[in-house]
C-alpha cells in the first residue's frame, strides 16, 4: 500500500489522528480476517489413518462493488481540529480498500496564523487492486477413524517496509464415517473448526509534515471459523459446499516516534494509539476437486461480507 500521508494526520492532533484511522484501516482489517480464514477443506470426506494431503492455498477476498468498504463520511463535526479545504462540513474519502484522491483537509490555530495543509490517503482501488490477498501452505493427515487434523502457515516474509507471517491449526471430523453405510453413500457430511493468527508490519515513509523514527504499524490478527461440511463421493472430480460462521479480531498498533514540525501543533508523540477491529458473520462457500492420482486440484467460491474465491494445488495420498 503506496501511501505514505496516514502519518500526517498526526498533525491535527492525537484524537482526531486515532478517529481518523480507525474508519480509514477497520474494512482492509476486516477483509484480511475474511481472507486468510478460507480453504480450511477441499471436501467433507476425512481421511483415513495416515492419509495425508500438503497444499498450496491462495485466497482472495473482494471488495470490488462494496462502496461501504472503500469510503467512509467524514464529519468535521466528529474532529477537534481537521477541517476541508474547500469548506465542505462532511463528505466521503477513502478508507485503506478505495480509490478516492484529491481530498485535502487542514488544521489551523485560533487566529489562523498558523496553518498546514495536506492530502488524505487513498487506497488500495487506486492502485487497480480490488481484493485483499492471502497464501499459504496447507497440510491435513487422518488421526482416527473420521477424523483429521490440519495446519497451515506462511513463513516470515520481510523487505524494506514489509513482513509478514501466518500460521493456523483446524480439525475436521465426518460423521457419516459412522453410520453402517458409510462406504457406500454417495454424500459425505463433516465439520471443520479452524483457526488461524497472523503477524504482519508496515514501515512509514517519513514526511516533511512528520518526522520521527521507527514509524510502522504492528498488525496481530486471530480469526475462528466453524463450518458444516457436504461433499460428493466420485473417483475423479467432486463437488463440494459449507455453511458456517467467523469470527475474529484484529488489534494494529501505531509504533514509533512522531513529531509535528509544521502547523499549529507541534508536538511528539511516542507509540500514540491502537486500532482494535473485531468482525463476524456467516459464510457459505461451493467448490469442487479434481482428483489425478496424488495430483489434485480444487477452487471455491465463498458468499460472505467479503466474497472470497480460493484455489488450491494439492498432493496426497489415502
Known amino acids: 500500500m503506496a ?29 484480511f480476517m475474511y481472507s486468510i480464514s478460507n480453504g480450511w477443506y477441499n471436501t467433507a470426506d476425512a481421511k483415513p489413518l495416515g492419509g495425508f494431503e500438503i497444499s498450496i492455498i491462495g485466497n482472495m477476498a473482494s471488495f470490488k462493488n462494496k462502496e461501504d468498504k472503500k469510503a467512509f463520511e467524514l464529519n468535521t463535526a466528529d474532529y477537534e481540529n481537521l477541517q476541508f479545504v474547500d469548506g465542505s462540513n462532511s463528505k466521503l474519502v477513502s478508507t485503506a480498500l478505495g480509490d478516492i484522491e484529491g481530498v485535502n483537509v487542514f488544521v489551523e490555530d485560533e487566529n489562523g496564523l498558523f496553518r498546514e ?12 487492486i480490488n481484493f485483499v490477498p492471502s497464501a499459504f501452505i496447507q497440510a491435513s493427515v487422518g488421526i482416527i477413524k473420521g477424523t483429521e487434523l490440519k495446519a497451515r502457515f506462511l513463513p516470515k516474509i520481510n523487505t524494506d517496509d514489509f513482513g509478514m507471517s501466518m500460521y493456523g491449526f483446524g480439525i475436521q471430523h465426518e460423521f457419516t464415517k459412522h453410520l453402517p453405510a458409510d462406504k457406500v453413500l454417495p454424500i459425505a457430511i463433516s465439520a471443520v473448526i479452524g483457526y488461524t493468527h497472523l503477524d504482519a508490519s508496515y514501515d512509514f515513509t517519513n514526511t516533511s509534515i512528520i518526522a520521527g523514527q521507527d514509524q510502522r504499524l504492528e498488525i496481530d490478527m486471530s480469526t475462528w471459523v466453524f463450518q458444516a461440511v457436504v461433499s460428493t463421493r466420485l473417483p475423479i472430480i467432486n463437488f463440494y459446499g459449507g455453511l458456517g460462521y467467523l469470527t475474529g479480531s484484529s488489534s494494529t498498533d501505531v509504533l514509533g516516534t512522531y513529531t509535528v514540525q509544521s502547523g499549529p501543533i507541534q508536538e511528539t508523540y511516542v507509540d500514540p494509539f491502537t486500532i482494535d477491529k473485531d468482525a463476524s458473520g456467516m459464510t457459505a462457500n461451493v467448490g469442487a476437486k479434481l482428483k489425478l492420482g496424488f495430483f489434485r486440484l480444487h477452487a471455491d467460491y465463498a458468499i460472505a461480507e467479503f466474497n472470497t474465491v480460493s484455489f488450491g494445488l494439492n498432493f496426497g495420498f489415502r
Request: aromatic content about 8%; cysteine-free.
Open 3 to 31: 501511501q505514505s500521508n496516514i502519518n500526517d494526520i498526526l498533525a491535527a492532533g492525537l484524537n482526531d489522528a486515532e478517529t481518523f484511522t480507525t474508519d480509514y484501516l477497520g474494512p482492509a482489517s476486516e477483509g
Open 117 to 128: 495543509e495536506f492530502e488524505l490517503p487513498s487506497g488500495l482501488a487506486s492502485e487497480d
